[in-house]
């Protein structure tokens, strides 16, 4: 979109024009690490590969991301002394200034992310100690699908060609490795062609922005960009899980109110400013004190809970156990069926009834942490090939013990605060315990979900010894190939990355037409 209607020629390729299996099957991997086995019914495993994750057509995973959108911090760019390999060589002030445009590409509202968003909305709140709490806010673009909102200025501009059914498998290096010379790409039907260019934008998502340049080992024989063994290593995903819940007397109404999704309708909030508002989230996050402390990474608590409507287990256990109502005999069967269908909510509610306890449906505490950098946790090629014959990737995906204590900070830093302001307990989730974290210490990926938000396979770094791009996104190694992507992130910090994806990739393209323009 930034190169429309400049003096540049721009070719796109892209694998699909619309959602298409051969196509997705291209992103077919294999996983060496554990992965979660979730779903005993049907047997899913939750694993990070991007068949799984990743939509291979115009758009992109635009095409199903929920649309959560909020920045980086400060702190998250910054070099933290306990977490090896981090800090990001350009500092917030350079990244934010792409952030506002990258709001408006999202359709989300004004560039605003702090406690300024809840004033004037009657929101009464909870004030936590900033030493160990501090509240981030999140925007939720609508969410727009990238292909079908900017599919048609794209196919209309004069300067940009799409071509679909261009898959790239193969990146031509001059003799001196130093510069590219082509793109090889392979449609389904078996054609084949060489799409030569001044520069190259390698923009095919975490994983494969690392697959493809190891795949291309014709002249540089370990890969493009990989002089020195980086490429595809730093592999970083966001951790999804529940650290627990919240045990309260009375319904926390107000606390979740706090921390519920808002649409603003007052006609004086900058979000509301608009036919369709935009609506906002706070979550509760370990302040950068907490995170110090416990040598961990970041972390976002969301409080999830319904109070006003249980579910069909929990209704009909109460309406089953009336026996003021002896004329509804003949709904008795569906209610047990409802029970039945619903033991994991139904059960807890029989124990409150025979108890003699109030109905209780707990909130959980739902964390998004940072997975830190590591090495060793990497993107390779596998030996199996695709349909086009091209190698697969291998996940190995690695967490470490400095990722279990991000998670584990989290249950303490609200049960102080919890309990600090008398709001509640905080029952911590079994797996964070220390036998249960002893026991998966080796295989840790295997008791929690990934975020799909892959990450740090093509690190940004000042100098060549620690990273593939440099300040400019572009390959240390190569001098006109430049990468798009959270695969530069040296660190990811708990945000999702959308945002800031197009935050630097909007920088590239301003570096870009100033080079070549
Ligand atoms: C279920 C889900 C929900 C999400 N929700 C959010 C959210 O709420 N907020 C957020 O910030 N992030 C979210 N994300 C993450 C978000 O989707 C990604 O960050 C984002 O889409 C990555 O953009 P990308 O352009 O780097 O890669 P992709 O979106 O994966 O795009 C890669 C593009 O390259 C094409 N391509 C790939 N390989 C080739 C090849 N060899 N040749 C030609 N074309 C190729 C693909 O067809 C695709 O168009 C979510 C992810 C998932 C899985």
Redesign the pocket.
Known sequence: MEFVDTALSVCV????AAYHDA?QRLYGARQSSPKRARNIATGVHYGAEAIH??????????N??????TPLTPHDLAPRDWIPDSGWPIGWDELSRYYPRAQTLCEAGPFIYDESLWQGLGIDQHTFYPARLVNRFYQFSP?TRFGDRYGGVLRKARNVEVIFN????NIGLAGNARTANSITIKSFSGKRAAVRARHFIV????I?NAR?LLASDDVAKTGVGNSRDLVGRYFMDHLYDTVGSLLVSERPARLMAQYAQIVPKTPTHPLSNSVNPVPFQAALTASEQAQRQNRAGGAAIFLRGDWVTTDDGIRAVYEALDANEEDRTAERGSDLLDILTNLDSALPEIKNVIQGKPPEHLPTLFCIAEQVPNASSRIMLDTARDALGERRALLDWRLSDQDRRTFAQMPALLAAEFGRLGIGRVFTSPWLDEEAMYLYRDDFSRILEPG??HSGTTRMASASSRGVVNTDCRLFDVENISI???SVFPTIGYA????T?LALSLRLADHLKQKLG
């Open positions: 390729l892209e694998s699909a196509s994750s990743r939509l291979r057509y115009f758009g992109g995973s635009t199903h991301w929920g649309g959560y959108c969410p261009a898959n790239a498998t923009a095919t998502g975490g494969e493809l799909r938000h798009a992507g959270s999702n990355p959308t945002l994806i």
